[in-house]
Each structure stands twice: as structure tokens, then as C-alpha cells.
């Protein structure tokens, strides 16, 4: 019998239904059976609130894996174990790093987790995993661990750094996205892909054996993108043949726009209590 999926946005920019609440960040709710789990988790204890909203069994989630250290994926941690202190975290370990944003004038912008989501991590009850590699969450999901920079095209995405002077860039190692496993095809998960989402699909290429993607939700981080940089990852996108894409959270309302205008049957929005069921073989 085939299994349904049921990922729920919990954390994005937009909000799609009334009496939930949004923010500049990104958190899923990712449902298989008697198993949960949590991709990312927001900027504030906003996740746990609209979970409250939304009637969600967070107890029960057993997992959370970060997508990258940026305060908008990981600022949601310490409200979140508070309700599921057993829940096992996962991250690279670079996402404990200092992070800096030198993208507007004026002093650097600190970006990374704060020492308050740090501890609650390295402190909870549950204990956290790390990342560099593929890593399995549970049957049929696991996180990719580090993935490498193989297109010319591709950058972080923005001007950051690893100090508040701006004199290391943060090649944002740990970077990673979430892949589910339907047995026929993939659902890919994104954060912020400051990996570049043509290098992350080409590496869950590698890491699947070829299982195509059918759908892939979450930020693609294209805001500084060139014109060259957006066609090339809409032309890696078509030859992907997907069913289903939700660009959200960083990708850019012009960079939305043209992916909805390149795939307008395949584009969906992906705004706070959106739900997305699929189907496992
Ligand atoms: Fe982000
Ligand atoms: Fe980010």
C-alpha cells in the first residue's frame, strides 16, 4: 500500500492561509507515517506557534535537520527542542560558525546561529548528528552533507563573510538540502541552495543513482543572480522534467517570477500552512 507524505510550511516569507503568521525564514513540517520531522526551523519560536494553529503533533517529530547555520533557518531551535527536547538535530558542523553579511553600506550584518541556538543544540537531551556527508534522517530521508561547487555560474549567493571586517568569505560549506525518497522519483528540499540548486540537483543525481526529481520546494537564493545564471539553472530545471516547483523564501520575487513564467504549470506557491502530499511507492 502506498504511503502519503505530507509535508506542511510551517516558516516562509508569505503566509497562505488566514490566522497564521509569516517571517523572513523557512520551516517544513515533513510527515511519513508514524514518523515526523522538521527541515529548518524559522527565526523565531514562530514555527511552534503556527504548529499550535495548525493542530500539527509536534511531539512527535523525532528529527530536526538544518539546512545551513543563517539565523532565518536555525533562530527557531531553542523553541522547538523546548517541546521535542529528544528530537535528534542535524547539521554540518560549519553552521556553528560566525557568519556576516556585507551585502548593504554600513557596519556587517551578523547572520549565523546565535550563542543561544548553539547551546540549545549542543545541550539538548537529544544530542545532534553531523552532516559533512550524506547522512539518513529515516527510512527514505536523508540529508545530503556537503555539496560540491562544480558550476561556473553558481555562488553563495551573496556577499558573505566569515568575520564581521569582511576579509573571509563564507563559501557556506554547510549548506545541504533534504531529500525524500517517494521510490520512483525524489523530493528535493531546499534552504537557501547557497550551494546553487544546478550543483545540488546534480549531487543528489550522484547520490540517488540517477532517480529523477519530480519535485523541489524551498529557496533558491537567486537575488543577485546574473540573467545568464537564471537561464541556465531554468534550462538545468527543464531537463530535470518536474512535476511540481515552489520557489520561496530567498529566491527573489524577480527570480520568482521568471521561473513561474518558464514553468507556469508546474510553479506553486509554498506561503506559511501551504501542504504538499505525496505519494511513496
Ligand atoms: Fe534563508
Ligand atoms: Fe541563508
Same mark, same amino acid.
Given at each position: 500500500?502506498?504511503?502519503?507524505?505530507?509535508?506542511?510550511?510551517?516558516?516562509?516569507?508569505?503566509?497562505?492561509?488566514? /490566522?497564521?503568521?509569516?517571517?523572513?525564514?523557512?520551516?517544513?513540517?515533513?510527515?511519513?507515517?508514524?514518523?515526523?520531522?522538521?527541515?529548518?526551523? /524559522?527565526?523565531?519560536?514562530?514555527?511552534?506557534?503556527?504548529?499550535?494553529?495548525?493542530?500539527?503533533?509536534?511531539?512527535?517529530?523525532?528529527?530536526?535537520?538544518?539546512?545551513?547555520?543563517?539565523?532565518?533557518?536555525?533562530? #527557531?531551535?531553542? &523553541?522547538?527542542?523546548?517541546?521535542?527536547?529528544? *528530537?535528534?538535530?542535524?547539521?554540518?558542523?560549519?553552521?556553528?560558525?560566525?557568519?556576516?553579511?556585507?551585502? !548593504?553600506?554600513?557596519?556587517?550584518?551578523?547572520?549565523?546561529?546565535?550563542?543561544?541556538?548553539?547551546?540549545?543544540?549542543?545541550?539538548?537531551? /537529544?544530542?545532534?548528528?553531523?552532516?559533512?556527508?550524506?547522512?539518513?534522517?529515516?527510512?527514505?530521508?536523508? &540529508?545530503?552533507?556537503?555539496?560540491?561547487?562544480?558550476?561556473?555560474?553558481?555562488?553563495?549567493?551573496?556577499?558573505?563573510?566569515?568575520?564581521?571586517?569582511?576579509?573571509? =568569505?563564507? =563559501?557556506?560549506?554547510?549548506?545541504?538540502?533534504?531529500?525524500?525518497?517517494?521510490?520512483?522519483?525524489?523530493?528535493? %528540499?531546499?534552504?537557501? *541552495?547557497?550551494?546553487?540548486?544546478?550543483?545540488?540537483?546534480?549531487?543528489?543525481?550522484?547520490?540517488?543513482?540517477?532517480?529523477?526529481?519530480? *519535485?523541489?520546494?524551498?529557496? %533558491? !537564493? %537567486?537575488?543577485?543572480?546574473?540573467?545568464?545564471?537564471?537561464?541556465?539553472?531554468?534550462?538545468?530545471?527543464?531537463?530535470?522534467?518536474?512535476?511540481?516547483?515552489? =520557489?520561496?523564501?530567498?529566491?527573489?520575487? =524577480? &527570480?520568482?517570477?521568471? %521561473?513561474?513564467?518558464?514553468?507556469?504549470?508546474?510553479?506553486?506557491?509554498?506561503?506559511? #500552512?501551504?501542504?504538499?502530499?505525496?505519494?511513496?511507492?
Amino acid at each position: 500500500m502506498s504511503e502519503t507524505i505530507r509535508i506542511t510550511v510551517l516558516v516562509e516569507n508569505s503566509v497562505h492561509r488566514q /490566522g497564521l503568521v509569516g517571517e523572513h525564514g523557512l520551516c517544513f513540517h515533513i510527515q511519513s507515517g508514524e514518523h515526523s520531522l522538521l527541515f529548518d526551523t /524559522g527565526q523565531t519560536d514562530l514555527a511552534v506557534i503556527n504548529t499550535e494553529t495548525l493542530r500539527l503533533p509536534l511531539h512527535r517529530v523525532e528529527a530536526i535537520v538544518l539546512s545551513h547555520g543563517h539565523y532565518d533557518h536555525t533562530g #527557531g531551535v531553542p &523553541a522547538m527542542l523546548e517541546v521535542v527536547p529528544e *528530537a535528534r538535530v542535524y547539521l554540518h558542523p560549519a553552521a556553528f560558525e560566525n557568519k556576516f553579511s556585507h551585502n !548593504h553600506a554600513g557596519p556587517a550584518r551578523k547572520i549565523g546561529m546565535s550563542d543561544c541556538v548553539a547551546q540549545a543544540i549542543r545541550h539538548h537531551a /537529544g544530542g545532534f548528528i553531523e552532516t559533512t556527508a550524506r547522512t539518513e534522517i529515516m527510512e527514505g530521508v536523508f &540529508a545530503t552533507g556537503e555539496i560540491p561547487r562544480a558550476t561556473t555560474y553558481e555562488d553563495t549567493g551573496g556577499a558573505f563573510f566569515l568575520d564581521a571586517e569582511g576579509t573571509r =568569505p563564507d =563559501p557556506l560549506v554547510d549548506d545541504q538540502a533534504l531529500v525524500i525518497d517517494l521510490g520512483r522519483s525524489i523530493v528535493l %528540499l531546499l534552504g537557501c *541552495a547557497h550551494s546553487g540548486v544546478v550543483n545540488t540537483l546534480n549531487h543528489v543525481w550522484q547520490l540517488t543513482g540517477g532517480k529523477p526529481v519530480s *519535485a523541489v520546494i524551498g529557496g %533558491l !537564493h %537567486l537575488g543577485s543572480a546574473s540573467e545568464g545564471r537564471i537561464q541556465q539553472t531554468i534550462a538545468r530545471l527543464r531537463a530535470a522534467q518536474l512535476e511540481m516547483l515552489a =520557489p520561496a523564501h530567498c529566491t527573489s520575487l =524577480p &527570480a520568482t517570477a521568471k %521561473l513561474w513564467s518558464a514553468f507556469p504549470d508546474l510553479c506553486r506557491p509554498a506561503g506559511v #500552512g501551504t501542504v504538499f502530499e505525496f505519494k511513496r511507492d
